[in-house]
């Protein structure tokens, strides 16, 4: 799903409007500045991003305004298990679920985007608490190794 069309169906009215009303300015008054970039982390809690390398991953990062801790799950994939394509996103939602972060209500974005032009979007919604799952999954040896400082570039 585009992330234009995902944004219509899930991001609050107000979002939305500051949306449109910085493209109408754009056109009309001042062609130079950016496009609102509407605030995800309204309705989304908790992001699993692409794994495409460091400085696609710091740019998506830094376009959605996501802060260390939304970038976290990425970066200690990346740092862990590598560019696993489009199953590090898997990797990822274990990570958020090892850590115990996902209550029940909550939604995680998972991003994928793939050679060309190729790009899909999945929301899911926790409908039981997540407990438990450092002892099990893809995480259960390593979880409290992590966060490091990854992306800083410290290893």
Not at 15 to 37: A, C, G, H, M, P
Not at 113 to 133: D, L, Q, T
Request: net charge positive.
């Amino acid at each position: 799903m585009c992330i234009t069309t995902l944004g219509l169906s899930i991001l609050p009215t107000i979002e939305k409007l500051r949306f449109v009303l910085s493209i109408i300015r754009k056109q009309i008054t001042n062609k130079s500045t950016d496009t609102y970039t509407p605030n995800f982390k309204t309705v989304i809690d908790h992001f699993c991003l692409p794994i495409s390398g460091l400085t696609v991953i710091k740019e998506i990062g830094k376009r959605l305004k996501l802060n260390e801790r939304d970038m976290e799950p990425v970066m200690s994939t990346l740092h862990r298990f590598g560019n696993q394509s489009s199953s590090s996103l898997w990797y990822e939602l274990a990570y958020i679920e090892a850590k115990e972060r996902v209550k029940k209500g909550d939604k995680v974005w998972q991003m994928g985007m793939g050679s060309g032009v190729k790009c899909a979007s999945a929301v899911w919604e926790c409908v039981r608490p997540i407990v438990g799952e450092a002892q099990v999954g893809p995480w259960c040896e390593s979880i409290d190794k992590y966060p490091r400082s990854i992306l800083n570039g410290n290893k």
